[in-house]
């Protein structure tokens, strides 16, 4: 088993708390504005860390229809991209990207995020913007962000370094540590805690699982797979 399997059912609520537990208060908590781009998103996987500067060289007028096209095709061959995702993605892993400030720009889009999870991410974290956000919504891409934007890359934001200590919305992240998203935000293990972690989460999602049931029974609620201790149970017993 590999630490990242404890994190299965957690909640990031359950790893807050556990991280409080051990003294770590308001560590590893990024900005509430970098959340999910949709409802019911949640992943958690080691991070694979980007760092990005704002450009410092404008992009030039195109001239035709096929250049407008092929813009970032353009751009990156006059100005290679030092730093290529795609070989660089695990499967499992989250893509975590500081924007270095960078002014509006849509870094993340329908077409490279996908192209993302089919390498094997299981999602992206970015303190920047997402833009074709219907589309990303429609195909379910699991994208954080801080806001939608418009524009596209050139001239605007550059990759310059992967695998290296970031901040991205307030949080330090280091490739490896364990990142993890759902619907109440986004929060950063760090890789040397993540089993200590993990355990606390998991007693405390079950303490909470056990107190809803109850009240659900009593309420004459229908139940779901939020109030599954069974299952939860059943789970996390393989780890003792």
């Known amino acids: 088993m590999n630490v990242i399997d404890r994190f299965r059912y957690l909640r990031v609520v359950d790893v807050v ?3 409080d537990g051990i003294g770590y208060f308001d560590y590893g908590l990024m900005d509430p504005e970098v959340r999910s781009l949709w409802l019911g998103m949640k992943f958690w996987g080691p991070a694979l860390t ?10 030039w007028k195109l001239d035709t229809t096929e250049d407008i096209v092929a813009d970032h095709a353009r751009w990156y061959a006059r100005y290679p ?6 070989d660089l993605v695990t499967p499992g892993c989250v893509i975590v ?18 192209g993302m999870i089919a390498h094997g991410a299981v999602g992206i974290i970015t303190d920047g913007e997402c833009r074709d956000t219907y589309e ?6 699991p994208i954080c962000c801080r806001r939608r934007g418009r524009p596209i890359i050139p001239g605007r934001i550059m990759a310059v370094e992967a695998n290296t200590v ?22 950063v293990v760090p890789q040397d805690l993540a ?21 659900y029974e009593r309420l004459n609620m229908p139940m779901d797979e939020t109030v599954d201790v069974e299952k939860v149970e059943a789970y996390y017993a393989q780890f003792s």
């Open 136 to 141: 990303v919504v429609l195909q379910k891409t």
């Open 50 to 59: 980007v760092r990005c500067v704002p450009s410092n060289r404008p992009m």
């Open 17 to 19: 708390d556990a991280l």
């Open 81 to 86: 991209n030092p730093v290529r995702l795609g």
């Open 166 to 187: 970031i901040a991205c919305g307030g949080a330090q992240v280091a490739p490896g540590d364990i990142v993890g998203c759902d619907d109440d935000g986004v929060v």
């Open 97 to 114: 990207m500081d924007t270095g400030g960078s002014k509006e720009v849509g870094y993340w889009g329908s077409n490279n995020s996908l």
């Open 195 to 215: 089993e200590e972690v993990a355990i606390h989460a998991a007693a405390v999602l079950l303490a909470d699982m056990r107190g809803r049931r109850r009240l």
